[in-house]
Each structure stands twice: as structure tokens, then as C-alpha cells.
């Protein structure tokens, strides 16, 4: 194997954490496997720590790393990775592998990718999300008896303004920031950053995000104001359903609201390098994405032309925890009527005047989802656990999944392997 397909800027440059000080080289980086924690150690400690010396000696050498196995799914069912983006958008740093140390080690650290997750202040309790990443979900979690009841609903760095305090002199170099949650927009120190960029006069740097976009206020101020000062504007939807479907995947969805601040941010005539929908797919909403793309064409959300920089798309992303999500274990009947659809899928892209250049990148990435989920076979124990979870949810949060789903008789069909 060669250093090109295993190489990532990301630990020579980067860096993302999570609300409970964990801290990664991005955010795709296997979360179970923190390289350190920043409520135990200041970041220039954790930046030569074991586990990342190891990861880029191994990336030299032409190794996979064992923490980064979903940019090499991604890559072995024909899609592009984050490692590749990451590598193509910051190649000027190519240099730094040669700086590295024998034992993997760097005597500089300059962080140029932001990947904050400094809190989990979220409006939104997601199905396949948690406690750990949305301050929502902390009730549900207590009585699943996944966290503690003593625990508290908001989760963030010990000590923010210390955290804040060890990235300031990153601000000279910084040349993106990916802000995600929780939820970003409802972030009182998102706008902190935004505030000091501003100050700073470094409006030309990329600000990247990924937002339930349900709250476009903060303390009286809209966020077009903010956006309207950067030159560089990165804007990626979550959004996992729509109509009934949406806002049983993600509790907090409200699928007018939702419509009406698409059309705001349309309307507002706001210039964005990057705008797409970030589809987080799992079993629950496998075999909805066909109607998501269609929706989207009818409601104006996506363009339906030629697939280039400045316009609209949607983009899938496959769920790979919770396991008992992951689409890979469901039964392969579902599969099957996936792979059905998708075969006759491009008649009904042209029923609504698509371009052929269109029709071809939402097939491919269709095809990319499809093959992803037979890359693995039936789970019936991940699948137990789905249902397990899906009726209590259900109960505790007073829906029904077959009143939503026409695909799901009940939770029993996870289990059920016959036709």
C-alpha cells in the first residue's frame, strides 16, 4: 500500500473535540478511541500523545490506521472520504510530513481545520443521536438508564474560556472552522469566534457548518448579519426525513419551519462557497431517501442541473453508531427493495425535467448507499436492540412507527427475515 492511500493532513493540522473534552484529529476519527482529553491535559501535550505519534507514523509508512476506517469504507464503495477532501484543500501543508520526527512527533503546532464541539446544547433529540451530543436527549437517556440520573442535561469543556484561551493563537493561521454541535446556532460561543474573526479581520476564512438550521436568532441578532461579513461560507443541512418521516428521525423538526427558512436563506441572496443537504442515513430512513431527493426537487431545495461548485446538492452519510442503526444489519428484503428502486429511479428523476448530469450523481450516490449496506448481513442481535429501543422511545415519546412509515408494518420488521 502507498502513502497516498493511507495519508491525512488531518494530525499534522488539525483539530476536533467533543463537549466532554475528548479530543480527535476530525471528526470522522473512531470517537471510542480519544487521543486525549482536554479536561486532563492542555493541548500542546496531546498533540504528541501515543496515539497520534503512532497514526502518523503509519500514515508515512503507508498503514492504515485502525481509527480511521470510515474514510477507507467510504473510499472501498467508490465515494469520496473526508481524508481525501482534507488532503486536496490543504495540500499547501504537504510539507509537514517531512517535519515529523522519528517517533512521530511534531515541534510545531498549527491548528488550520477547527472542529469544535465545545458544548451539546441542542433544541433537537435525534434518534440515532445521544446525551453525549445533544443536552435533549438527557431526559430520554435517564430513563433508558444509558446516563446516570444525577448527571446534568448540558455537557461542555470544564473550562470554556481556558479552552478558548489555548486555540487563541491559532486565530493567525486558522484557515477553516467546522462548527457542528449540538447545535451551532444556539451557541453562545460560536458567535464568540465569529466576533473574534470579525475583530481580527479574517473574514476570508472558510466557516463550515452543520446545522439542524430550526433557530436563526441569537440574542436579537440574525445570522445572515454574521454571514453577510465572510467571504467563504460553507452551509450543510442536517436533515434526515421529511414530512412526518423527518420529524419522527429528529424530534425538534418541524418541516414548515424548516421550508420557511430555506426559502429566507434563498431569498436573502447570501453567497456561500458550499451548500448541501447532509443526509444521515440508517434503518429507519433507508429506503426514504428516494422520496427525500424527489421532495427536494419539488420544493426547490436542491438545483436539478449540472452538479457544480455554487449549487445545491444533497450528499448521504452512512450511520455507523449507534450499531444498532447501522443499515448494513437490516434484514436483506429491505435491501432488495432498495436496490429495486434505485434500477427504475432515473424515470422518476425525469418526470421532473432533471439534467442528465444530475440524474447521474444522485444515482451514483444512491449506489454508494446501496452498496454500503450489503457490505455486511443481517444482524439479528444489532436488530433486536433497534426495536428494543425504537418501542421504547416510542412509548416515552408518545409516536408510532407504523403510523409513519409505510415501509414498517412495526419494530417487529427488524427482526423478521421472512417475506
Not at 167 to 180: G, K, L
Not at 236 to 258: A, H, L, P
Not at 328 to 336: A, C, D, M, T, V
Not at 342 to 364: A, G, P, Q, V
Request: net charge neutral; hydrophobic share 30%.
Amino acid at each position: 500500500m502507498k502513502k497516498q492511500d493511507t495519508k491525512c493532513l488531518a494530525p499534522w493540522m488539525s483539530i476536533h473535540n467533543w463537549p466532554n473534552g475528548n479530543v480527535y484529529p476530525c471528526c470522522l476519527w473512531d470517537s471510542g478511541d480519544p487521543i486525549g482529553n482536554v479536561n486532563d491535559q492542555p493541548l500542546n501535550k496531546i498533540w504528541n500523545a501515543n496515539k497520534l505519534k503512532d497514526a502518523r507514523l503509519k500514515m508515512l509508512n503507508g498503514e492504515k490506521v485502525s481509527s480511521c476506517s470510515r474514510c477507507y469504507l467510504l473510499e472501498s464503495t467508490g465515494d469520496s472520504s473526508y481524508r481525501q477532501r482534507i488532503n486536496k484543500e490543504h495540500e499547501q501543508y504537504d510539507h509537514y510530513l517531512d517535519k515529523t520526527n522519528r517517533d512521530g512527533s511534531l515541534d510545531f503546532m498549527n491548528f488550520h481545520l477547527w472542529d469544535l464541539r465545545i458544548s451539546n446544547f441542542c433544541n433537537f433529540k435525534c434518534r440515532s443521536c445521544g446525551a453525549g451530543l445533544s443536552s435533549s436527549w438527557h431526559k430520554d437517556a435517564v430513563e433508558l438508564e444509558l446516563t446516570p440520573k444525577d448527571s446534568k442535561a448540558l455537557i461542555n469543556i470544564n473550562d470554556k474560556t481556558d479552552f478558548l484561551k489555548q486555540i487563541e493563537n491559532h486565530y493567525d493561521c486558522v484557515d477553516e472552522i467546522y462548527f457542528a454541535g449540538g447545535e451551532p446556532l444556539i451557541m453562545p460561543e460560536h458567535y464568540t469566534i465569529l466576533n473574534e474573526l470579525i475583530k481580527r479581520g479574517k473574514t476570508d476564512t472558510v466557516i463550515r457548518y452543520s446545522t439542524n438550521f430550526s433557530k436563526l436568532t441569537f440574542k436579537g441578532t440574525h445570522i445572515f448579519d454574521y454571514w453577510k461579513k465572510f467571504d467563504n461560507l460553507e452551509l450543510f443541512i442536517s436533515i434526515d426525513g421529511v414530512g412526518k418521516i423527518g420529524e419522527y428521525v429528529r424530534s425538534g423538526y418541524n418541516d414548515v419551519e424548516f421550508e420557511n427558512n430555506v426559502k429566507a436563506f434563498k431569498e436573502s441572496g447570501l453567497k456561500f462557497k458550499h451548500y448541501g443537504y447532509a443526509v444521515t442515513y440508517g434503518v429507519l430512513n433507508y429506503l426514504h431517501l428516494f422520496d427525500m431527493v424527489l421532495d427536494f426537487i419539488d420544493r426547490d431545495f436542491i438545483d436539478k442541473t449540472e452538479p457544480k461548485e455554487g449549487n445545491r446538492t444533497v450528499f448521504f452519510s452512512p450511520i455507523s453508531h449507534p450499531a444498532h442503526y447501522d443499515c448494513k444489519f437490516l434484514p436483506i428484503r429491505y435491501k432488495n427493495q432498495f436496490k429495486n428502486r434505485l434500477s427504475t429511479f432515473e424515470k422518476e428523476l425525469n418526470l421532473r425535467n432533471t439534467s442528465k448530469e444530475f440524474n447521474l450523481d444522485i444515482i451514483h450516490k444512491l449506489t454508494t448507499v446501496y452498496k454500503t449496506s450489503i457490505s455486511e448481513n443481517f444482524n439479528y442481535k444489532e436488530m433486536l436492540t433497534c426495536k428494543e429501543y425504537t418501542d421504547k422511545l416510542d412509548i416515552m415519546r408518545k409516536e408510532t412507527l407504523k403510523d409513519v412509515f409505510t415501509y414498517f408494518d412495526s419494530s417487529d420488521d427488524f427482526i423478521r427475515t421472512t417475506e
